[in-house]
């Protein structure tokens, strides 16, 4: 399947059918950066990344934000275009995502979005609903507020998206009750007109998901989690707290700064610290693949610890460039490649 979301002029839309976006996705640690790397050489491409952390200066080691080398291979966009005192949203996002496709189409090059963070890719191709935007006031005093409180006024005001929502993601919990608190209406009933203006057919994009296994995917991640610590997660850590990391709740959901900060402060020891991380990671991992699964249309590419990279970048420049949107149409979302 293709499920292509198209370029557009800076004021316009995104059209659905422009084959020139491509979409990678996948659970954390599953290996798009470097298959997104490889397919962007094979295709003249850039690569926007889609990753709510990245966007975030500083926060490197533990995003696993790519390397100068990487950077220097192909060019990326929206990495390290955030400070860690500002705010970033989905409607941020959107915007910045729809410029640099833009910019990338005006100099005749495929725009290959790549990435973990589901909304993003939800609000690129369905557009934004008509929710308000954040109340820096507001915010802070749901920041403040114990999350059990926020949990029971929002089964009590909107129980639809309670039984939704990610009850382990204060920063998503805060975003339902600031939203109810400022428009006096259910969440969910706002975030159901997401995109009905611009909804795409779920077959409409170029839109590829990575799998594997889950013993493969567990030992990538400890493998991740290993590298993180021996590359400095704890030094990196140290430095993002003097610049006040834990002023941001957003950028403190970042995996591991928070249980390194905890270590820091006495918490637990390193190894313990270690493990804790890994165990995040993969509930994260887990959550990715489910909210993939139920809410975005992909083709999904199976991967197995004998496919090389080169290999599978090759497969999907090859399926990219072959099929046409009429003919996507007819593979429906549950495509296997």
């Known amino acids: 399947m293709e499920s292509s979301s198209g370029s557009h002029p800076p004021s316009s839309i995104l059209q659905p059918q422009d084959p020139r976006v491509l979409l990678l996705a996948g659970p954390t640690a599953v290996g798009k950066s470097e298959i997104a790397l490889l397919l962007a050489e094979r295709l003249g491409a850039e690569i926007v990344s889609v990753d709510s952390m990245q966007v975030y200066r500083g926060l490197d080691i533990g995003t ?9 291979r192909v060019r ?3 990495i390290d275009v955030a400070d860690l005192a500002d705010s970033f949203d989905a409607a941020q996002f959107l915007r910045l995502a729809r410029s640099a496709v833009a910019d990338i189409h005006a100099r005749g090059k495929v725009a290959l979005l790549c990435g973990g963070t589901g909304l993003y890719f939800k609000a690129f191709l369905q557009g934004l609903g008509e929710t308000p935007p954040g109340n820096l006031q507001l915010r802070a005093q749901l920041q403040t507020t114990p999350l059990p409180e926020l949990l029971n006024e929002l089964a009590e005001r909107d129980p639809v998206t309670f039984e939704r929502i990610d009850r382990q993601n204060p920063r998503r919990i805060i975003r ?3 939203v109810i608190r400022l428009t006096g209406k259910p969440f969910s009933q706002q975030r159901a007109v997401w995109g009905q203006s611009n909804r795409l057919a779920p077959s409409a994009s170029h839109f590829f998901g990575l799998i594997r296994s889950t013993e493969d995917l567990r030992r990538r991640i400890a493998a991740r989690v290993d590298d993180m610590f021996r590359r400095g997660m704890v030094a990196e850590t140290e430095q993002l707290l003097r610049r006040g990391l834990v002023n941001n709740q957003t950028a403190m959901q970042a995996l591991g700064y928070r249980q390194v900060a905890e270590y820091l402060q006495g918490v637990r020891s390193l190894p313990e610290t270690i493990e804790l991380v890994r165990i995040r990671t993969r509930q994260f991992a887990k959550r990715q693949m489910t909210w ?5 249309p992909l083709t999904w590419i199976h991967l197995t610890t004998s496919d090389a990279p080169d290999n599978v970048a090759k497969r999907i420049a090859q399926r990219f460039a072959s099929e046409s949107p009429t003919r996507s149409a007819v593979l429906g979302d549950q495509g296997i490649i």
Not at 64 to 72: C, F, G, N, V, Y
């Open 292 to 296: 993939f699964r139920r809410q975005l």
């Open 176 to 178: 339902a009750v600031e």
């Open 76 to 78: 990326h966009h929206l």
């Open 64 to 72: 696993a934000k790519p390397s100068t080398a990487e950077l220097a």
